[in-house]
């Protein structure tokens, strides 16, 4: 808190732990942790270098190794090493999890909960992403999808996407599908189609497609309207 002259109600506690604060309300706990945090409040930090970076900012949460680094907004909670580390300007996120949405900066209003969920996401919005790997490497401008399952778009990109169970559309690029099931759609392009089941149209090309069971349309090429 040394440059503090005003601020009222602040905790510190570290080497450099808070030393721009100058504002009240918060709570920095570890190396770093605020370090160079100006004009914020009501934030707590706790890990080196959590929100060490950010100003202007408030009702924030940070706990783990650089856990939102480098905020600049306000409303947000990372827990988890790397969780959050490059939001700049993007609100109301929740990272929990190691490098949950790690390389968000802009995008706002995502929920990642699963290691490395939602890892290189940049500037996309509205995404919930909820497992292991959940949409971790290719997507990072999607937008309003829902993924639930261990590595369920993993290296897939695209939006108004709902995909459930592991391993679902792991590389899959389209917009406004339904995958559910484990590897349902795993090795695909294509919008707009509804696959439920194990493996279903699982390395195929097409849109517009309703598949339903084990494996059907396991190995469909080019088809779409089924």
């Known amino acids: 808190l040394f440059c503090n002259t005003t601020g009222i109600q602040n905790i510190t506690i570290g080497t450099s732990a808070g030393y721009n604060i100058c504002n009240s309300g918060n709570i920095a706990i570890g190396e770093a942790a605020g370090q160079y945090a100006c004009n914020i409040c009501c934030n707590i ?9 950010g100003q202007n900012n408030a009702f924030n ?15 947000h909670l990372a827990l988890g ?6 939001n700049t300007t993007a609100f109301t996120n929740t990272a929990l999890g ?11 209003t995502n929920t990642a ?5 939602l890892c290189l996401l940049t500037t996309g ?35 108004w996407n709902t995909v459930m169970g592991y391993g679902a559309g792991i590389y899959s690029t389209g917009n406004y599908n339904v995958l559910i099931g484990a590897q349902a759609k795993y090795l695909n392009s294509g919008s707009c189609n509804t696959i439920v089941g194990t ?18 349309g396991y190995a469909l090429a080019n088809v779409s309207n089924v």
């Open 125 to 159: 919005t509205d995404n919930v992403a909820i497992g292991v790997d959940a949409a971790r490497c290719c997507m990072t401008t999607g937008q309003y999808n829902a993924i639930l399952g261990n590595s369920a778009f993993r290296n897939a990109e695209g939006s």
């Open 45 to 53: 930090f706790i890990g080196y270098r959590a929100g060490a970076i």
């Open 199 to 216: 493996c279903a149209h699982r390395s195929s090309v097409g849109s517009s497609n309703v598949l339903m069971g084990y494996c059907t």
């Open 113 to 117: 909960v699963g290691y490395r969920a």
């Open 61 to 75: 949460i940070a706990i783990g190794y650089e856990a939102l680094d480098g905020n600049y907004s306000s409303n």
């Open 81 to 86: 090493n790397y969780a959050l580390t490059n």
């Open 98 to 108: 190691h490098c949950a949405l790690y390389s968000a900066t802009i995008g706002g």
